[in-house]
T-cell receptor, first 113, second 111 residues
Framework: QQQVKQSPQSLIVQKGGISIINCAYE??????FPWYQQFPGKGPALLIA?????SEKKEGRFTISFNKSAKQFSLHIMDSQPGDSATYFC????????????FGKGTTLSVSS | DAGITQSPRHKVTETGTPVTLRCHQT?????MYWYRQDPGHGLRLIHY???????DKGEVSDGYSVSRSKTEDFLLTLESATSSQTSVYFC??????????FGPGTRLTVL
């Protein structure tokens, strides 16, 4: 029940296309859902996060879509660029419980020019 | 990297030797975390701290211990390193306990 399942494991997208990464969770107590971006040799960087009281959050070319009833959330990268090539991790947390983030296993995105 | 430093950044050691990794923050955040990252496993929590001298175990705590004697420092110790502990170790900090910011990582190789 503590798992966060992320798919696909890897993704190749043409420059200018839309990248979509999906995550699913089981624990209905989770109330904070961030996405992290990691470049090789660097630490993960917080990209965007959402709470379950909204169904969508957009920051620039990055959008989180959240479906509470399905217990799924996804990251959409619009107009994907080669500089977006990185590993993306979704995560979930019960922010009231004082526990730590549960991470998905990651998606390696390659944007071809 | 949000005022987080990790030391050393790279370390090669031999099986059976003790190893201590240090995480230092300048943000005065309450929460600090140690994760390990391995291919195919993502980020897995080792231990975390919710205040000075207050720590708790994570998913993969066996073989690791931690200490936090000051707000700014969180130490991870491998009492007797094994080859299975070869990994990249990340420290993270959080003020509120959920929005986490990661350090640059330490690459540890145990021969």
């Amino acid at each position: 029940q503590q798992q966060v399942k992320q798919s696909p494991q890897s993704l190749i997208v043409q420059k200018g296309g839309i990248s979509i990464i999906n995550c699913a969770y089981e624990n209905t107590a989770f109330d904070y859902f961030p996405w992290y971006q990691q470049f090789p040799g660097k630490g993960p960087a917080l990209l965007i996060a959402i709470r379950p009281d909204v169904s969508e959050k957009k920051e620039g070319r990055f959008t989180i879509s959240f479906n509470k009833s399905a217990k799924q959330f996804s990251l959409h990268i619009m107009d994907s660029q080669p500089g977006d090539s990185a590993t993306y991790f979704c995560a979930a947390d019960d922010s009231q419980a004082g526990t730590a983030l549960i991470f998905g296993k990651g998606t390696t995105l390659s944007v071809s020019s | 990297d949000a005022g987080i430093t990790q030391s050393p950044r790279h370390k090669v050691t031999e099986t059976g030797t003790p190893v201590t990794l240090r995480c230092h923050q300048t943000e005065n955040h309450r929460y600090m975390y140690w994760y390990r990252q391995d291919p195919g496993h993502g980020l897995r929590l080792i231990h975390y701290s919710y205040g000075v001298k207050d720590t708790d175990k994570g998913e993969v705590s066996d073989g690791y211990s931690v200490s936090r004697s000051k707000t700014e420092d969180f130490l991870l110790t491998l009492e007797s390193a094994t080859s299975s502990q070869t990994s990249v170790y990340f420290c993270a900090i959080s003020e509120l306990g959920y929005e986490q910011f990661f350090g640059p990582g330490t690459r540890l190789t145990v021969l």
